[in-house]
């Protein structure tokens, strides 16, 4: 699964420490899918037992912030948490039944994971921001993170902030030797999209046609915005440009050499290209991945729990 570091403007676990995280979340999936499957091949599941292992922690960073507390209890805690570090960031799948098979149990495992992606891309453990619906359900976000190697670092629809004004981008996707700056142009099963360098594209289907703005206008903005933000920091690493159409056709004969058409019949080989690499994390990667989110744009509120004046240290269990 490809990791999602910015979604939107939400706050994301990323920005935090983004040569960090992306390594842990590694180690995280691996050290799950590899417990979840023994105990499934021992038959040793333990139904809607696995779950977030966050309580500890919290209650840990709540009492240290309340005086009077009891200093014994207090040890007691510190101490647990000391065995079992980084509780807060754990994952593990809550299952109700049994798979039947492994291709199953990995399913459900990586539809798990999911949410725990999304939760990470739009939450800390001191602020949180009102992720929307759709992106539970959003069919691009899934392929990415369900379909592409871990070690790919997504940036999906962020907000950049550009001399205070903020830009909304598309997809940049950073793997470990080059970056894709990618636009999708998708709509009805099978229809032709007419490309040129006009302000308008020709798009056909059902015997009608009608015009659709030309996807290279916003895929050009984007790639240049960052390429001068990482030029700037001497971040050596290609930058690619892409328009998608995974379930139609487009016929642009005269296209800019730089720019990569992968419809129907030439996406499945990049994709395929994309997913067989096999490359690890890069420092250069992670750089890149750095400097762009400490461009992005960020709307978050304080989580209610670490408000001191209304703080009631015997709620930690309704903490998200």
């Given at each position: 699964m490809a990791q999602l570091i910015k979604l939107q403007d939400y706050v994301s676990r990323y920005e935090q420490d983004a040569f960090r995280y992306p390594s842990q979340y590694i180690r995280l999936k691996k050290q799950q899918?590899?417990?979840?499957k023994k105990a499934w091949e021992t038959n040793s599941l333990h139904y809607e037992e696995f779950e977030w292992e966050e309580i500890e922690k919290k209650k840990t960073n709540l009492l240290n912030k309340v005086t009077g507390l009891f200093k014994k209890e207090k040890i007691e805690i510190q101490e647990e948490v000391e065995i079992?570090?980084?509780?807060?960031?754990?994952?593990?799948?809550?299952?109700?039944?049994?798979?039947?098979?492994?291709?199953?149990?990995?399913?459900?495992?990586?539809?798990?994971?999911?949410?725990?992606?999304?939760?990470?891309?739009?939450?800390?453990?001191?602020?949180?921001?009102?992720?929307?619906m759709k992106y539970y359900y959003d069919d691009k976000l899934h392929t990415f993170l369900q379909r592409f190697p871990d070690t790919f670092l997504l940036l999906y629809e962020p907000v950049l902030l550009l001399k205070k004004a903020p830009v909304e981008m598309e997809i940049i996707l950073i793997t470990p030797m080059e970056i894709w700056c990618i636009t999708f142009l998708e709509e009805e099963k099978d229809a032709v999209f007419l490309g040129s360098t006009d302000r308008f594209w020709l798009k056909r289907s059902n015997k009608?046609?009608?015009?659709?703005?030309?996807?290279?206008?916003?895929?050009?903005?984007?790639?240049?915005?960052?390429?001068?933000?990482?030029?700037?920091?001497?971040?050596?690493?290609?930058?690619?440009?892409?328009?998608?159409?995974?379930?139609?056709?487009?016929?642009?004969?005269?296209?800019?050499?730089?720019?990569?058409i992968l419809e129907k019949r030439e996406y499945p080989k990049w994709f395929e290209q994309m997913r067989n690499t096999r490359a690890p994390l890069k420092h250069m990667q992670l750089k890149a991945a750095k400097i762009l989110l400490d461009y992005c744009q960020t709307a978050s509120f304080k989580r209610?729990?670490?408000?001191?004046?209304?703080?009631?240290?015997?709620?930690?269990?309704?903490?998200?």
């Open positions: 899918w590899e417990k979840l079992k570090p980084n509780n807060s960031l754990q994952f593990a799948p809550l299952l109700s039944f049994r798979p039947d098979t492994e291709d199953e149990l990995k399913q459900i495992f990586l539809d798990q994971l999911f949410n725990f992606q999304l939760k990470w891309a739009s939450s800390t453990i001191y602020e949180k921001s009102n992720i929307h009608s046609e009608r015009k659709v703005l030309n996807p290279m206008i916003s895929l050009n903005r984007m790639t240049k915005i960052v390429q001068q933000i990482l030029s700037h920091y001497q971040v050596d690493l290609p930058i690619k440009k892409a328009i998608v159409c995974r379930n139609g056709y487009i016929d642009f004969p005269e296209k800019p050499y730089d720019l990569s209610m729990e670490w408000d001191e004046e209304s703080l009631d240290p015997f709620e930690e269990e309704n903490l998200n």
